[in-house]
């Protein structure tokens, strides 16, 4: 039976559920009281059972040696500490279990379209890694190996009312590092930069990016 650790408000987590049945065992790790009770909420509505929340920080994982088969980890790892979250995936995986890291990488967070037409959302935006930086991070932790790499291109078609709603709801982070008049003055012209790229602001090409990293514990 797989047992796994995974963070966040439940999208992916429900995924995995849904998938996997009674042979998953999800312990839901977050730092954050309030994370923890929305995905329990959110599960719960959805019916599903099989999981675990547990409020604790990804540099210190509330399980024992070798207790867990995979750890994954979803738009979040530029949150953590990542040499001391490597370190404890490590010492919390079984040899040969493997970690799932779902990410942006620097490149991709520039050339998606927040980072195109949002002003400095690529500048402001320090804490994502670089693929090298990922690739060191995970070389610098004995017992770990990164042995897998996919990205992935996501191309929709938005409305401006979607974009505004997300960026004033922080969609990312990475809203919340603009004061408010900086916010305010931003989203003026990202409106503007949105409608000289194109005539249709109910039907706007929008590109989003991701990269998935495997790590395998091998001893
Ligand atoms: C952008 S959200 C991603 C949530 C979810 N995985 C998803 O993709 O929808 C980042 C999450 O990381 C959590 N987080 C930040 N720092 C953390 C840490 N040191 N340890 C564990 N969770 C952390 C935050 O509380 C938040 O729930």
């Known amino acids: 039976m797989p047992r796994t650790s995974a963070a966040g408000a439940g999208r992916y987590d429900l995924l995995l559920l849904r998938e996997l049945g ?10 954050t009281v309030e994370m923890l009770a929305e995905l329990d909420e959110y599960l719960q509505s959805e019916g599903v059972t099989g999981y675990s929340t547990h409020l604790a ?7 024992s040696d070798h207790a867990l088969d995979y750890v994954f980890t979803f738009n979040a ?12 995936s490590r010492r919390t995986l079984r ?11 620097r490149a991709q967070n520039e050339r998606g379209s927040w980072g195109r037409y949002f002003p400095e959302f690529a500048e402001r935006e320090t804490r994502l890694y670089t693929l090298g ?6 070389a610098g932790t004995p017992g770990l190996e990164l042995t897998g790499i996919e990205e992935f291109q996501y191309d929709r078609v938005v409305d401006m009312d979607r974009l505004v709603f997300q960026a004033e709801n922080h969609h990312y982070s990475t809203f919340k590092l603009y004061d408010p008049d900086e916010f305010e003055s931003a989203m003026e012209h990202f409106i503007n930069n949105v409608k000289s790229a194109c005539d249709d602001t109910e039907r706007i090409p929008w590109r989003d990016e991701n990269i998935m990293y495997v790590v395998d514990r091998t001893e």
Request: a positive charge; charged letters at 20%.
């Open 22 to 31: 009674s042979r998953l065992r999800l312990r839901c790790v977050d730092v």
């Open 57 to 63: 920080s990804a540099d210190g994982l509330p399980f």
């Open 77 to 88: 790892c530029h949150h953590f500490d990542l040499p001391a979250f490597l370190a404890e």
């Open 95 to 105: 040899i040969g279990g493997r970690m799932f890291i779902y990410t942006r990488t």
């Open 133 to 138: 930086q990922m690739a060191a991070a995970v």
